[in-house]
Nanobody
């Protein structure tokens, strides 16, 4: 099992900044990729940013130039630095991890989600 715990969501004024954190724990061989998704009320969940184990990054167009995804491998933690926040960024932000693990000597790959952290951008 893999657990993802997010933190850092808050109420912030337009133009402000926040840093989200997501720590992975549990029994796994390797984290292949970690990313951030968000879901605003009445909308579908959408990708914000992803970071692979090889260091490649990908961002939604709405996040480019404002958000930065990074990681601390020693802590199995991924971060999302969000700058120049806009009301349109208001959403629940979810951490996602693609993980390789063993069970009964068989190797599996699974995708896991955190519980979400609320980001509200409002004056």
């Amino acid at each position: 099992q893999v657990q993802l715990v997010e933190s850092g969501g808050d109420l912030v004024q337009p133009g402000g900044s926040l840093r989200l954190s997501c720590a992975a724990s549990g029994s796994f061989l390797r984290i292949n990729a970690m990313g951030w998704y968000r879901q605003a009320p009445g909308k579908e969940r959408e990708l914000v940013a992803v970071l692979t184990s090889g260091g490649s990054t990908s961002y939604a167009d709405s996040a480019k130039g404002r958000f930065t995804i990074s990681r601390d491998n020693a802590k199995s933690t991924v971060y999302l630095q969000m700058n120049s926040l806009e009301p349109e960024d208001t959403a629940v932000y979810y951490c996602n991890a693609d993980v390789t693990y063993y069970r009964d000597k068989v190797r599996y790959t699974g995708m896991y989600w955190g519980q979400g952290t609320q980001v509200t951008v409002s004056s």
